[in-house]
């Protein structure tokens, strides 16, 4: 047989061996690829002739296939939750025999099977009996001509271009949850990070044509790839636990939730060769990473060690970096890259998109392309009156245009993007909110390069002010002049005011599955938005600072670029009790922070500060050196600053790095291409019955 993915390769299901909670093991193949009633296990004999499989009494026993003095006794899931069987397990049978009354969370033998929580036909056993799983936060593969090498495919021989590949951030603690495709029954099962490709070439001549571009699937999703996974660490012990896939009674586990359902954490954000900024006249790459395998970031503990020498002459350099390209442009106070176009909101200057594909090219004398040729053929600036923000559905490259048609819906079994993803969201201090239809910079076709506004709309006087705009799913959440205006796109142009919440002026926002974390005049504050029509400032929660301005928010800290109290870190564990974990200067070496974005390279995290006047910080936030355990799940940040640059007039915004661990967004929009047919991520209603009831209140757990 031939299959198209191992999943529906798979005979033997975990019940056919182990049972369920009504009945013992039948030992009848019940998998994908099993025959038509199932083949039965008992019939097979080892070489040395004795069963594979055998009752004992009332015990299942196998005997091993290489060791014929080896033998075990299966563990038989009836058995586990019987309380008056030896095997009894208090664990295992709350978590089987769990009702689906979230109000009492009655378990038990009296509950009936149709009843249950986690059934067998809807849950694979592994989703919680999996103790750990690795997920691949990306790849980087440049391929270099004038280097033959050997066709390892197809019909053999030699190629002039060849190929590296190179793992960049590796973890080991990303519990994410999904769909199978229907030839698995659809099941939940574990997801994993599997393919976030970016991709770079070298020409003849040494011009690099292209750097680290993540392609687009053919589906138009995103090619940071995820797929259902069995992750071959099945534990009869070491299991997850109800926290792991629900609201903590302790309030402790949002950060583990956002990453549970793939919406990402910005732990493992990818910002690779350049770092993109905003100046007040201009917008700039300046490079931070080496070029070589490994790209360790310049000055950082990697670099030390990978490359001493380089390492050596940039501290006799004073750490300042020294490679920088940029364009002209109006107070760039947010920029935003995605594949080769950098989005930009400059003012009075209105939104421009900057084609920045040979920012690494020496064949190009002018690296970032504001107009290609005349406006004519290439318009790319939309004129508006106050562009203050620019913000993208996603921030990975997509194209919505092809997922459309048969092939789509039916052979390929893809769901359709939501239509928001066709577009920019803009915010603009007098005219309120602009769409923009943004395909055009991902078609191919070069010669229809012009943008024109879908939506200008200002809630009737509402959106007066808009400073700064974040995007969870189809809904907006706008710092304005009367605080904060969530605003409801679900028809993109038709938009709906959802709330607004007055606050004492509103600088930004980020957000982490059910709480917005906003910058204010008193600081850092917490909003529910568990239910984005109804926010609710949580009272108490809140950390004071002078000059809160943008913010940054990676797993369970939030960093806030604080102005001259430079960079703020925050303990957002329990999101309701934030806490102050320090305030970093470097020593009074951060003068002027505005913004603040945060990433993942190889083993550490980074911190990237546009500091005003003070130009561009690179801050290493762990190492092995400084935080011996840097591979949890969110280690406690270190900061010490290793590299700085000069930039020629106030740095005001950062773009964020490629997301790698968000493949839906809050409302179940599907971003990321899943690479198993007709698997998916969990769509909005599905993600919330894991923690919402019947009337749309959350719902907690205990552990124990």
Not at 19 to 30: D, F, M, V
Not at 163 to 170: F, I, K
Not at 199 to 218: D, F, G, K, M
Not at 496 to 524: H, N, W
């Amino acid at each position: 047989h031939i299959y198209g993915e191992v999943a529906s390769a798979i005979e033997i299901e975990c019940k056919d061996c182990h049972g369920t909670t009504q009945q013992y093991p039948t030992l009848l193949t019940s998998g994908p690829a099993a025959r038509p009633g199932g083949f039965d296990l008992r019939l097979l004999r080892n070489p040395d002739g004795k069963r594979r499989f055998e009752w004992r009494g009332d015990k299942l026993i196998q005997r091993s296939l290489l060791d014929p003095d080896k033998e075990w006794e299966l563990s038989l899931v009836k058995d586990s939750v019987n309380p008056e069987h030896a095997a009894y397990n208090a664990k295992a049978a709350r978590a089987k025999l769990m009702s689906r009354d979230v109000g009492n969370q009655e378990w038990g033998p009296q509950v009936l099977p149709a009843d249950f929580a986690h059934k067998d036909e809807e849950l694979e056993c592994y989703s919680c009996h999996t103790s750990w799983m690795t997920s691949c936060a990306g790849c980087h593969l440049p391929i270099e001509a004038n280097w033959k090498t050997e066709r390892h495919n197809y019909e053999g021989g030699e190629t002039r271009n060849y190929a590296t590949y190179n793992p960049q951030v590796v973890r080991d603690q990303m519990f994410m949850l999904g769909k199978r495709g229907p030839a698995n029954d659809g099941k939940i099962a574990p997801v994993r990070s599997s393919s976030g490709l970016v991709l770079s070439s070298t020409n003849a001549n040494r011009e690099r044509i292209y750097i680290q571009q993540a392609p687009v699937a053919a589906s138009g999703f995103s090619s940071q790839a995820f797929n259902p996974h069995f992750p071959h660490t099945t534990r009869k012990t070491e299991t997850k636990t109800c926290t792991q896939c629900h609201l903590s009674a302790d309030r402790n586990n949002n950060a583990a939730m956002a990453q549970l359902l793939l919406l990402g954490t910005n732990f493992v954000n990818f910002v690779g060769f350049n770092v993109w900024l905003g100046l007040e006249d201009a917008v700039s790459a300046v490079q931070v990473t080496e070029w070589d395998e490994p790209q360790a970031v310049i000055g950082s503990y990697l670099q030390r060690y990978a490359y001493p020498d380089n390492y050596r002459a940039h501290r006799a350099n004073g750490s300042i970096l020294e490679q920088e390209h940029r364009h002209d442009s109006g107070a760039a106070g947010c920029v935003q890259l995605r594949g080769e176009y950098l989005y930009a909101a400059e003012g009075a200057d209105g939104v421009r998109v900057y084609d920045v594909a040979n920012v690494a090219n020496k064949g190009f004398s002018q690296r970032i392309v504001g107009a290609p040729f005349s406006p004519l053929g290439h318009d790319s600036r939309l004129p508006s009156r106050d562009a203050t923000c620019i913000a993208l559905p996603t921030n990975q490259p997509i194209h919505p245009p092809k997922n459309q048609g048969e092939l789509m819906r039916v052979d390929n079994q893809e769901q359709p993007f939501h239509p928001l993803y066709n577009y920019a969201v803009i915010s603009d201090r007098i005219e309120g909110l602009i769409l923009v239809d943004i395909n055009t910079f991902s078609d191919g076709d070069l010669a229809n390069n012009f943008v024109a506004r879908a939506l200008t709309w200002d809630g009737g006087g509402v959106l007066a002010g808009a400073r700064h705009v974040t995007l969870g799913g189809y809904y907006a959440y706008l710092m304005t002049e009367r605080g904060l205006v969530i605003v409801n796109l679900d028809i993109p142009l038709e938009p709906k005011i959802s709330a607004v919440l007055p606050l004492d002026g509103g600088y930004a926002s980020a957000l982490q599955f059910r709480y917005l974390f906003i910058t204010d005049s008193t600081g850092m504050r917490v909003v529910d938005v568990t239910d984005p029509e109804n926010p609710v400032l949580v009272e108490g929660a809140g950390v004071s600072l002078r000059e809160a301005r943008k913010l940054y928010v990676a797993r369970t800290y939030a960093y806030v670029a604080a102005g001259k109290e430079g960079l703020a870190i925050i303990d957002i564990w329990n999101p309701e009790q934030p806490s102050l974990l320090t305030k970093f200067d470097a020593d009074g070496q951060i003068v002027d922070a505005h913004d603040v974005i945060a990433a993942s390279t190889n083993a550490s995290l980074f911190a990237y500060l546009a500091d005003g006047k003070g130009g561009l910080k690179v801050l290493q936030l762990t190492s092995p050196e400084s935080q011996p355990n840097f591979y949890g799940f969110s280690p406690e940040p270190r900061p010490e600053l290793i590299a700085t640059y000069p930039t020629r007039s106030a740095a005001l915004s950062l773009s964020k790095g490629l997301d790698r661990d968000r493949g839906v967004d809050e409302t179940g929009g599907q971003i990321a291409v899943f690479g198993r047919r007709g698997s998916r991520p969990l769509n909005r209603q599905e993600m919330e019955a894991l923690y919402l009831d019947a009337e749309g209140n959350p719902w907690y757990v205990h552990d124990e």
